[in-house]
């Protein structure tokens, strides 16, 4: 599995952005797909997923009721709608593709990983 992110940028605080991930490969419906940051200095954290159905999403409280997961099957693509950001906010986003469900991803190690895109919060 290739994943490829984007749609970051420099927003002002209490903006809103939309970042997007490309997957292609074999056997996407196998595979859960989500998001996690990192910022300077801090370990990656994760952010939320989704299962290939859509149905299913699981979300880190930090994020809860700002950040947003999708996913559209026919272009075999995840998004992730930023509202209200923050400075702290401000990291590089990886996506991510597991095979198990969204609800165990917290604390997994992933099975692929795309390129982070980055993304700048200014107060």
């Known amino acids: 599995v290739q994943l490829q992110a984007s749609g970051g940028g420099l927003v002002q605080a209490g903006g809103s952005l939309r970042l997007s991930c490309a997957a292609s490969?074999?056997?996407?419906?196998?595979?859960?797909l989500g998001w996690f940051r990192q910022a300077p200095g801090k370990d990656r954290e994760f952010l939320c997923a989704i299962n290939w159905s859509g149905r299913s999403t699981y979300g880190a409280d930090s994020v809860k009721g700002r950040f947003t997961i999708s996913r559209d099957n026919a272009k075999n693509t995840v998004y992730l709608q930023m509202n209200s950001l923050k400075p702290e906010d401000t990291a590089v986003y990886y996506c991510?593709?597991?095979?198990?469900?969204?609800?165990?991803?917290?604390?997994?190690?992933?099975?692929?990983w795309g390129e982070g895109t980055q993304v700048t919060v200014s107060s």
């Open positions: 490969g074999r056997a996407l419906s196998a595979y859960a």
């Open positions: 991510a593709a597991d095979s198990a469900p969204s609800s165990l991803w917290q604390g997994r190690r992933m099975d692929f």
